[in-house]
């Protein structure tokens, strides 16, 4: 099992969380962007760039992701193809997307952008709390504690 993240519009609160849980639980841990980031010195931890263009981080993500393994993402489009392919995702306010709620997920994005692509002035989330920075990090560890090398989290 591996983490991948989507690290573009990955907060840095979020991304420190992901550093020292990786070191912690000696997880393979792979920030995927498409500028330069810079990532601790770690055996866990590794930085991929990508070219710019419209999902080409996704793309990547979504190439190497093997079943089991935990994406970090708050895009919906991304985290739909990831639990497609067997893989789990958690957003950055440390919820995770199902196969139960994504269908759902994505009809309410869908709806809010022919809302903006039709004039409609709509607010974007709203600015990462403490609170969102802890229950991150409660699904993460949750998560983590179920993993068992050489196998997927239940």
């Not at 330069?36 to 981080?57: C, H, N």
């Not at 995770?96 to 309410?108: D, G, K, P, Q």
């Amino acid at each position: 099992m591996q983490i991948w993240v989507d690290a573009d519009a990955c907060p840095a609160v979020i991304k420190e969380i992901l550093f020292r849980a990786a070191g912690r639980k000696h997880i393979l841990t792979t920030f995927v962007a498409n500028k330069v980031l810079y990532v601790p010195p770690s055996p866990y931890l590794r930085a991929i760039q990508v070219a710019k263009g419209f999902d080409v981080a996704d793309n990547a993500i979504v190439e190497a992701l093997a079943i089991g393994d935990l994406v970090i993402t708050a895009d919906i489009p991304l985290a739909a193809q990831v639990i497609e392919k067997g893989g789990h995702a958690l957003n950055p306010r440390g919820e995770f997307y199902s196969v139960e709620n994504i269908r759902e997920r994505l009809a309410m994005r869908d709806f809010m952008e022919s809302l903006r692509a039709s004039g409609v002035e709509t607010q974007g989330p709203s600015a990462m709390q403490s609170s969102d920075r802890h229950t991150f990090a409660a699904q993460l560890d949750q998560f983590l504690a179920r993993y068992r090398p050489g196998s997927a989290p239940a």
